[in-house]
């Protein structure tokens, strides 16, 4: 029996969705990728980074490159570039966050039109599409009677959104880095697209009672955890005794993250050689930063293929997220051996007690308890650094892909019958 034909689409940058087509393929599925932009090597953009000086050019390969990945070869690769090519140059003019986010709603429901278009021309079997640029295409299957998924790669846009404006009110002197400018009518206007979807994949728990919460029936939720590259992220050498107690963050600093909450509980802590070290883009103009500028050391930019040296200088690994899919930077810190204090909202594989710790979102308290008792307790550092590394072996990019292979079979066998031909 062959294989069914599978149409993935995302309009813009998404290490997930390369993950997944590259998947596709491995498993001898007949796939194509619908995206916006993608890198190609040779092509005339690739060209044009090449020859221009080495700043600029550096730059724009960079920004580039985000859209890359090695595993996903070019030839099955279908690009949709101007709306994404328009996208990146106001991103790089600075256009203020408020209009970049009307840009982007903007363009991925053009894309969602362009893919529905596409997929009524040459229908195939299963298509994946991704939350906030969907609803279009999960129709357009609804009529072919083409197996709709929804890859909801985060939690429900309407719990980001209620979140985000209770902590605006919370921590104002953090607002400037919450979406709070989005309307909630942009997230009731995507509600339908879990709804109407027949599956969706959710990579955490988090991500799964969310849709529950908004409408969604949880027997059409397939949980589809992420994977971790073990050997690029591995455990570093023993840090020397006298080195600091060092508490690393990855990832955009603001008050999505729950930064002020770690900043919070490092200044009443006050423990003496802690080094807390910041690695990510600052969102917003940064002011709620600047009374705890003497607690961190920031490091403003690491190229992905540097960011594991990170956690193998560290000790242990924070995460307070308000709100996440799966937080990439926990998979890839417990890979490394480090224990690891992240909130539910983060949708991690941390078992509370075991690789590390799960506190409630916003409980400043509960952080300095568990970042005091794993800096007072070696061995118990330890251990649960030793165990958050045997179950990052156990959620590889290779089980990832077996898991996706499992569902797709139990997605085909049940395929609806096309609204077109009743």
């Not at 990728?33 to 550096?58: C, D, I, N």
């Not at 903007?106 to 991704?130: K, L, M, N, Q, T």
């Not at 919070?264 to 103009?285: Q, T």
Request: charged content about 25%; proline content about 6%.
């Amino acid at each position: 029996m062959s294989l069914p034909e599978i149409v993935l689409s995302h309009s813009g940058s998404n290490t997930q969705a390369y993950r997944i087509f590259a998947a596709l393929r491995a498993l001898g599925y007949p796939a194509r990728f619908e995206t916006g932009f993608y890198y190609m090597r040779g092509s005339v953009l690739a060209r044009l980074a090449e020859a221009l000086p080495a700043a600029l050019g550096g730059s724009l390969k960079r920004e580039l490159m985000r859209r890359f990945d090695p595993e996903v070869e070019s030839a099955h690769v279908r690009i949709h570039p101007w709306m994404e090519i328009a996208y990146i140059a106001l991103k790089r003019l600075g256009i203020p966050e408020r209009r970049l986010a009307r840009i982007i709603l903007w363009r991925d429901a053009a894309f969602d039109r362009h893919v529905a278009r596409r997929i009524a021309s040459a229908p195939p079997r299963i298509v994946i599409a991704h939350d906030g640029q969907a609803l279009a295409t999960i129709r357009a299957a609804r009529r072919l009677g083409t197996i709709s998924v929804l890859n909801q790669v985060t939690g429900h846009v309407l719990k980001a959104l209620t979140t985000y404006r209770e902590e605006a009110e919370l921590c104002p002197d953090f607002a400037d880095s919450l979406s709070t400018h989005l309307p909630l009518e942009i997230g009731e206007a995507m509600r339908p697209e879990s709804i109407e979807a027949d599956w969706i994949l959710a990579p955490s728990e988090y991500v799964r009672d969310s849709l529950v919460e908004y409408g969604t029936d949880p027997a059409r939720i397939a949980m589809l955890p992420y994977g971790v590259d073990i050997e690029r992220f591995a455990p570093g050498p023993p840090r020397a005794a006298e080195a600091p107690f060092r508490i690393l963050f990855v990832g955009q600093i603001g008050q999505k993250k729950g930064i002020k909450y770690l900043l919070e509980a490092v200044r009443r802590l006050a423990l003496p050689n802690v080094e807390l070290v910041l690695a990510g883009l600052v969102i917003g103009g940064g002011s709620g930063l600047k009374p705890y500028r003497n607690l961190f050391r920031h490091i403003a930019h690491v190229p992905h293929h540097e960011v594991h040296r990170l956690y193998r200088n560290a000790d242990i690994f924070v995460f307070p997220s308000l709100h996440e899919g799966s937080a990439f930077a926990n998979l890839e810190a417990m890979a490394s051996g480090l224990p690891v204090i992240t909130t539910p909202n983060a949708g991690s594989l941390v078992e509370d007690g075991r690789e590390g710790f799960i506190v409630p979102m916003r409980d400043t308290e509960a952080l300095m308890e568990r970042i005091a008792r794993l800096y007072r307790d070696r061995a118990l550092l330890d251990q649960m650094g030793a165990a958050a590394r045997a179950k990052a072996e156990a959620n590889t990019w290779h089980d990832h892909r077996a898991r996706l292979a499992s569902w797709l079979r139990r997605f085909d066998a049940r395929r609806p019958q096309s609204t077109e031909r009743k």
